[in-house]
């Protein structure tokens, strides 16, 4: 057997080691139900003592003196530029919209090296482990490539190398990025307060994730990731303006807590969690689901966890995949329903904002632009941390 359902959830556990037209299937089958998957660790792509030594460091680095950690603070050059460098508590809102404040947790984003380029500048105690740091990006990215070929197959892409080509490092720079996260223990203001402590709390606001792929890792007692049920008629918007899980599309749908480590105990290593983005659903006309997530705890406790968001190449257009069963989908009522909503979002939609960006004809009827991947980015990283132009 090469999937294991998961029964709280039902997000299976998919053994790739060995990819075939099956696999293929079971991937995809779960790519376009749940938008999220497990994969079977086989302890050579990603070795488990790689993943605790990264844990390690992580814990070290968000516990070093907070003026340390400021000094490369997040989009500064001494970070490296745009989405690199630490996050510090509510320095970022991921559901702008249905959040008063920023989400309480800490992060440092890595970006991946450009083509014979060198890792940015990190800190102490980040400085000394680069040979870790680099083995793990590259470890990580050839997972997803690997999904990413699955994928292709069984939506039987023309072009075998679609999906790869686009996220092929060696030929250009991508908004990939490597992310360590904190999510420290939080206090109440006071003894009487009304947020007590071992309340839940929302430490991560209700988002999708803005790239092709992600792949999360969890430490074994510290829960807290819920995904938003799926909806038989509709998927999330790629590059909307928000996130909200108060939209009219989730008020009937309900949270579902995503278990740490619910794999049978005949395996060896925790299998990897893996969730398809915006820009894998958006480039299957929704056939592929990008579905909102969140995390959630109580203050009394802590969280770490450690992602790589798999972006392709800033340049790669965002358009509908070759093939007839995209194409197929497309047409259906749901396909077009999707992506109608992700050409409607004017302002932050994926294949335009507003007139300026309007391809004109000779009798003056406009053409959404077709946006690339590092415009797309561009944007949702624009209202997440509320950058100006």
Not at 235 to 254: A, E, I, K
Not at 315 to 321: C, F, G, P, Q
């Amino acid at each position: 057997m090469s999937q294991t359902e998961l029964e709280d959830v039902g997000i299976p556990v998919i053994d790739i080691s060995n990819p075939s037209a099956d696999v293929a299937q079971q991937v995809l089958h779960a790519a376009s139900t749940h938008g999220f998957l497990f994969i079977k660790n086989d302890g050579v792509t990603i070795p488990p003592q790689d993943i605790d030594d990264m844990f390690d460091l992580s814990q070290q680095f968000f516990q070093s003196p907070k003026e340390q950690k400021s000094e490369y603070a997040i989009h500064s050059d001494k970070a490296g530029g745009k989405n690199r460098g630490w996050v510090t508590m509510q320095g970022e809102a991921l559901d702008p919209d249905g959040q008063k404040q920023g989400d309480p947790k800490e992060a440092f984003n890595i970006a991946p090296p450009p083509p014979n380029g060198s890792l940015q500048p990190l800190p102490t105690p980040l400085s000394s482990q680069t040979p870790l740091i680099s083995r793990f990006q590259t470890s990580c990215h050839t997972l997803c490539t690997r999904i990413l070929t699955l994928l292709g197959t069984a939506l039987a892409i023309p072009d075998p190398t679609y999906f790869t080509t686009r996220h092929d490092q060696s030929l250009g720079t991508s908004g990939s990025i490597f992310r360590l996260l904190y999510y420290p223990k939080t206090h109440s203001p006071s003894p009487s307060s009304t947020s007590p402590q071992n309340e839940t709390q929302i430490r991560a606001g209700a988002h999708s994730d803005y790239g092709s792929l992600t792949l999360l890792f969890r430490l074994p007692g510290q829960p807290g990731l819920e995904l938003l049920s799926p909806a038989p008629s509709t998927s999330h918007s790629p590059s909307s303006s928000s996130s909200s899980s108060s939209s009219p599309t989730t008020s009937s749908r309900s949270w579902t807590p995503v278990p740490v480590n619910s794999s049978p105990s005949t395996l060896a290593h925790p299998p990897i969690l893996v969730n398809i983005g915006d820009i894998l659903s958006f480039w299957t006309c929704g056939l592929l689901k990008s579905t909102l997530h969140r995390v959630t705890f109580s203050g009394g406790s802590e969280r770490y966890s450690i992602a790589y968001f798999c972006h392709p190449l800033d340049d790669a257009r965002l358009e509908a995949v070759p093939g007839r069963r995209v194409a197929a989908y497309g047409e259906t009522g749901l396909g077009r329903e999707e992506m109608g909503r992700q050409r409607g979002n004017v302002g932050l939609g994926i294949n335009g904002e507003g007139e300026g960006d309007r391809k004109r004809d000779g009798e003056g009827d406009g053409e959404a632009k077709v946006l690339t991947a590092g415009e797309h980015l561009g944007r949702r990283l624009k209202v997440t941390y509320g950058l100006d132009d």
